[in-house]
Structure formats: structure tokens, C-alpha cells
């Protein structure tokens, strides 16, 4: 923390925020006719963009509108609180439109916000959480080598870290989706990015408190899968993925 003091923000952001969302009754979608959804399934369509599965978003747009507001009047450092207040006045704006943030999220051309970094930061950690059980049902049901594909197959989000599991030679390569939380088997040895299957060129992370886990580093596309502790069945690991830290911490620090 004394090295890197905008960690304590990023830190006393999350909690906030985390705090802010278990308070909430959250809602939890009933898992669809997955007879209705195979065709689309086995065509490569995520679960969440296919159009034989109906799932209300409007309590999840009511949650995040209300967690925004909570944002917008607090005193949190930086500049998170004002860009708070910016999302507040254009969702305000969308009043008619019952479930706009959760169809932002999964297409981003929905409607433009000045403060995409926070909005989807906000609204993948109310969606998520809202979402696990559907997530977990999901992971029951499919067939992992029917998939094997570069995106996630709830959101059709890439993935923000691979993991290997098993021991070797037969140890199975997981990816891991930083917005919904949904892990799938991957293909071991190619790049999910750019679909290099040169494996000589594909690095291991092991970590060492436990030796069947590891992540991968694919130098070609310039992407590194961080490592993912775990101890027992829990898992540490920032839950809303790289890319919406990286899009924060202007505004965190600022």
C-alpha cells in the first residue's frame, strides 16, 4: 500500500461497493428450457445473447441505478464520485428504457455514457452476483467439449485469465470469464486472443501452495492470464476482471 497508495482507494472503492450490493435484494433469473436453447448453444450463441432465452433485466436495472445514486453522494476520493453523479444524471435521461444498462453490457452500442469504466464495472458486479445460480445451473447442463470456443458462453465476453487444473500429462486448460464469473474448457496449447496453437510459445505460471494450479502467459497476443490462488474452494481473484481496473484507476486517482 505504501508503494502503490492508489491501491488503498481501489481497495476502499470494492469494499464500498460490495457492501453497497449484498444490502440489496438481489433477484436470481430461473434457469431457461435448455431444449429451446441446444440449437443456438451448439451454434456458437452465449446463453445471455441468444434470442430462445427470456430473462427480465429490469430488477438488475434497478439495482444498479440505485447503487450509483448510493456512489453519487457519498465522499469517496478522486474522481468517483463526480463521474458517479454523470452516470446518474444519463441514466436519469433513460427513464423509459427498463433494462438499458444490462443490454449496455453486453452491447456496448445500446446508448454512449461519458464513464463506460465505471458503468460497466458497476453493472457486471450486480449482474454477476444476480446471475451465479443461472451460472452455476448453466455449467451443469453444458457439454465442455461441445464449446471450446474463444468467449465466454453465458456473455460472450473474452476470457480474463486460463487456468490449468488436473495433474500432467492430462491436466485441462480453463478459461475464465472477468464479467460474469463463468469458467470453460479451452483448447490447452492455443491463444484465445489470437489463436496461436504454437505451444513452445505459450508460458506456465505454477503457484506453488498449490502445484495443480497455474495460469498461462500468451506472449504473441500480448495478454497475460493472471494466477488465481486457491485455497480449498476458495478463489482469489478480483471479480470484475482486469480490464475494468485498468479503466478505473484514472478516475480513482484523479
Known amino acids: 500500500m505504501t508503494t502503490h497508495p492508489y491501491l488503498q482507494s481501489l481497495s476502499s472503492l470494492h469494499l464500498q461497493v460490495e457492501t453497497a450490493v449484498a444490502e440489496?435484494?438481489?433477484?436470481?433469473?430461473?434457469?431457461?428450457?435448455?431444449?429451446?436453447?441446444?440449437?443456438?448453444?451448439?451454434a456458437g450463441v452465449p446463453l445471455l445473447r441468444s434470442s430462445a432465452v427470456a430473462?427480465?433485466?429490469a430488477?438488475?436495472?434497478?439495482?444498479?441505478?440505485?447503487?450509483?445514486?448510493?456512489?453519487?453522494?457519498?465522499?469517496?476520493?478522486?474522481?468517483?464520485?463526480?463521474?458517479?453523479?454523470?452516470?446518474?444524471?444519463?441514466?436519469?435521461?433513460?427513464?423509459?428504457?427498463?433494462?438499458?444498462?444490462?443490454?449496455?453490457?453486453?452491447?456496448?452500442?445500446?446508448?454512449?455514457?461519458?464513464c463506460p469504466g465505471l458503468l460497466r464495472y458497476l453493472g457486471w458486479t450486480v449482474l454477476s452476483?444476480?446471475?451465479?445460480p443461472l451460472v452455476n445451473a448453466f455449467g451443469r447442463w453444458r457439454e465442455e467439449e461441445s464449446w471450446l470456443r474463444s468467449y465466454c458462453p453465458t456473455c460472450g465476453s473474452p476470457p480474463a485469465m486460463a487456468q490449468l487444473l488436473g495433474a500432467d500429462p492430462g491436466r485441462r486448460r480453463f478459461l475464465s470469464c472477468g464479467c460474469c464469473g463463468t469458467r470453460w474448457?479451452?483448447?490447452?496449447?492455443?491463444?484465445p486472443f489470437c489463436e496461436n496453437g504454437e505451444?513452445?510459445?505459450?508460458?506456465?505460471?505454477?503457484?506453488e501452495e498449490k502445484?495443480?494450479?497455474?495460469?498461462?502467459?500468451?506472449?504473441?497476443a500480448k495478454a497475460i492470464s493472471r494466477?488465481?490462488?486457491?485455497?480449498?474452494?476458495?478463489?482469489?481473484?478480483?471479480?470484475?476482471?482486469?480490464?475494468?481496473?485498468?479503466?478505473?484507476?484514472?478516475?480513482?486517482?484523479?
Open 24 to 42: 440489496m435484494s438481489t433477484f436470481s433469473p430461473s434457469a431457461p428450457s435448455w431444449n429451446n436453447y441446444i440449437g443456438d448453444f451448439l
Open 55 to 57: 430473462i427480465d433485466f
Open 59 to 114: 430488477p438488475v436495472e434497478r439495482m444498479v441505478r440505485l447503487l450509483v445514486e448510493r456512489l453519487a453522494s457519498s465522499h469517496l476520493s478522486g474522481n468517483v464520485a463526480d463521474q458517479a453523479r454523470i452516470l446518474k444524471a444519463e441514466l436519469g435521461r433513460d427513464l423509459d428504457a427498463r433494462c438499458c444498462v444490462a443490454a449496455w453490457l453486453l452491447d456496448n452500442t445500446v446508448f454512449a455514457s461519458t
Open 129 to 132: 452476483r444476480c446471475l451465479r
Open 185 to 191: 474448457q479451452y483448447r490447452r496449447t492455443t491463444c
Open 199 to 207: 505451444n513452445h510459445r505459450l508460458a506456465v505460471l505454477t503457484v
Open 211 to 220: 502445484e495443480a494450479c497455474a495460469s498461462t502467459i500468451v506472449s504473441p
Open 227 to 254: 494466477p488465481m490462488l486457491e485455497k480449498g474452494v476458495r478463489r482469489y481473484y478480483w471479480p470484475t476482471g482486469p480490464q475494468f481496473i485498468s479503466m478505473l484507476l484514472p478516475a480513482i486517482v484523479g
